[in-house]
């Protein structure tokens, strides 16, 4: 599905080659037509506002919105599982998933992390797409709450991918949601809180996924991209190499 490899490019770090493709993007999901006039409306201010704002203010709106507010995280199972044990392993299957799909992630970010995952499922037939999409479609829906309450125009891609999913998230799934505090960015002391580590604790029983590691990946993220307004080659967000061996094996 085109339209999913757009979507996955809109949630990326905005760049002069996302804002160059921006056109691209647009006629893509026009001519795919898998949204509706309505959402494919919807999506038109962040679209626009790629396209026509200056990039060092779309840098740093980005970093305030997804990286400094787990809230917001676009890491799938920050939302899920937290810092649990429980996340390692889901990240070990997403990960075997892809493998399994000859889907290599050429890049430095985790399995789970959402526009990598909406490029795997971009692959796959449509029908197959959206029944994926809809496992975590209750995470998808808590993010466009979440963003819808800031006005951001950020909203319009979460409402798109719930749109897209084959079926709605039940109410009950949302009770599987981690707990984490919706801060403002601006808030360094409750920033100070969502962040802070559990304690490192080594020998028997010690779970290495509850070290704080994973916690750090926004922040890593952040630190390795160029300094707003310049572009520094081989640093443009999540690459992927498709690897196929025929059709019919993967028929």
Same mark, same amino acid.
Do not use: Q
């Given at each position: 599905?085109?339209?999913?490899? +757009?979507? !996955?490019?809109?949630?990326?770090?905005? !760049?002069?080659?996302?804002?160059?493709? &921006?056109? +691209? &993007? =647009? @006629?893509? &999901?026009?001519?795919?037509?898998?949204?509706d006039a309505a959402s494919r409306a919807a999506l038109e201010p962040l679209l626009s506002g790629l396209a026509h704002e200056d990039l060092y203010d779309l840098e740093e709106?980005? $970093?305030?919105?997804?990286? =400094?507010? =787990?809230?917001? !995280?676009?890491n799938l199972f920050e939302h899920v599982h937290g810092e649990s044990r429980d996340r390692g392993q889901a990240m070990v299957d997403l990960k075997a998933l892809y493998d399994a799909a000859g889907f290599e992630i050429v890049s430095t970010e985790l399995p789970d992390y959402l526009p990598l995952f909406l490029e795997y499922a971009s692959t796959l037939p449509r029908e197959d797409a959206?029944?994926?999409?809809?496992?975590?479609?209750? $995470?998808? @829906? +808590?993010?466009r709450e979440r963003l819808a309450r800031k006005e951001s125009p950020y909203a319009a891609v979460f409402s798109a991918l719930v749109a897209l999913a084959a079926s709605a998230p039940e109410a009950s799934s949302f009770e599987a949601l981690a707990e984490i505090e919706d801060t403002d960015p601006d808030d360094l002391e409750a920033l100070d809180? $969502?962040?802070?580590? @559990?304690?490192?604790?080594?020998?028997p029983g010690a779970a290495t996924a509850e070290c704080g590691v994973d916690s750090l990946a926004a922040k890593v993220r952040q630190a390795r991209r160029p300094a707003p307004g310049l572009e520094t080659p081989g640093m443009l967000g999540p690459r992927t190499v498709f690897s196929h061996s025929s059709a019919t094996d993967r028929s």
């Open positions: 599905m085109l339209t999913l490899k +757009a979507l !996955s490019a809109l949630l990326g770090y905005p !760049s002069r080659e996302l804002v160059r493709a &921006i056109p +691209a &993007i =647009r @006629e893509g &999901i026009a001519v795919e037509a898998a949204l709106r980005y $970093v305030l919105l997804f990286d =400094r507010t =787990r809230a917001h !995280s676009l959206r029944a994926l999409l809809a496992e975590p479609a209750h $995470v998808f @829906e +808590a993010l809180r $969502v962040w802070e580590e @559990e304690e490192v604790r080594f020998g």
